[in-house]
């Protein structure tokens, strides 16, 4: 296992679809976060798993959005009925949990249009 | 106020300089500090982390923490223009599931 794999790498997708977004932690890590990037700004948390439950949303994730990691592996984020400020880079990331957080590695991330 | 404030830049300085990049953070429970790399289209790389006050060196890279500023910084020497990024400040409180707020970065842009 090299790292966390996100999948697709680009999405393009008309304003209204909805659209998947897969990652794939590295394998012994329970943890697992989603964050969005916009053009000019750091990553924003959206929501934080550990194993297969869901333990944080931020305020940034509209009903619109939907995540799970079913058996505390991959996880999907869902995006309903998409708009053109969806339009970001989403970026996912995984780590232990520990007493020490020693900084999580991000996957490649998929960037998502919306046109 | 922004809860991780860092200057957008761009800052530049010659190949071989010492490049110094400064970020403030809001709140004073904040435990750990991380300095990320991230180059045009790819995502953000882990490159420092810090917990304690003071200087921590790893190669070329020394990450700077005073909590009672509330500073954090990261010195890069001996600067190539590889290292031409944005450099990303991300701060945690304690507890919170290790959950990481970010600054909006710092573009560095060495020239030869």
């Known amino acids: 296992d090299t790292g966390v794999s996100q999948d697709p790498r680009h999405k393009i997708t008309k304003r209204g679809q909805n659209v998947t977004f897969r990652c794939d932690p590295i394998?012994?890590?329970?943890?697992l976060y989603w964050y969005r990037q916009t053009l000019g700004q750091g990553p924003e948390f959206l929501t934080y798993?550990?194993?297969?439950?869901?333990?944080?949303k931020s305020r940034l994730l509209s009903d619109r959005f939907s995540a799970e990691r079913p058996k505390g592996s991959f996880s999907t984020l869902e995006i309903q009925r998409t708009e053109q400020g969806d339009s970001a880079m989403y970026l996912c990331?995984?780590?232990?949990?520990?007493?020490?957080?020693?900084?999580?590695?991000f996957g490649s991330g998929t960037r998502l249009t919306v046109v | 106020q922004k809860e991780v404030e860092q200057n957008s830049g761009p800052l530049s300085v010659p190949e071989g300089a010492i490049a110094s990049l400064n970020c403030t953070y809001s709140d004073r429970v904040s435990q750990s500090f991380f300095w990320y790399r991230q180059y045009s289209g790819k995502s953000p790389e882990l490159i420092m982390s810090?917990?304690?006050?003071g200087d921590k060196e790893d190669g070329r890279f020394t990450a700077q923490l005073n909590k009672a500023s509330q500073y954090v910084s990261l010195l890069i020497r001996d600067s190539q223009p590889s290292d031409s990024a944005t450099y990303l400040c991300a701060v945690q409180r304690g507890g919170g599931g290790n959950k990481l707020t970010f600054g909006t970065g710092t573009q560095l842009k060495v020239e030869l």
């Open positions: 394998s012994e890590h329970n943890r």
């Open positions: 990331a995984s780590s232990l949990a520990l007493g020490i957080n020693y900084g999580y590695t």
């Open positions: 798993f550990q194993n297969e439950a869901q333990l944080e």
């Open positions: 810090i917990y304690s006050n």
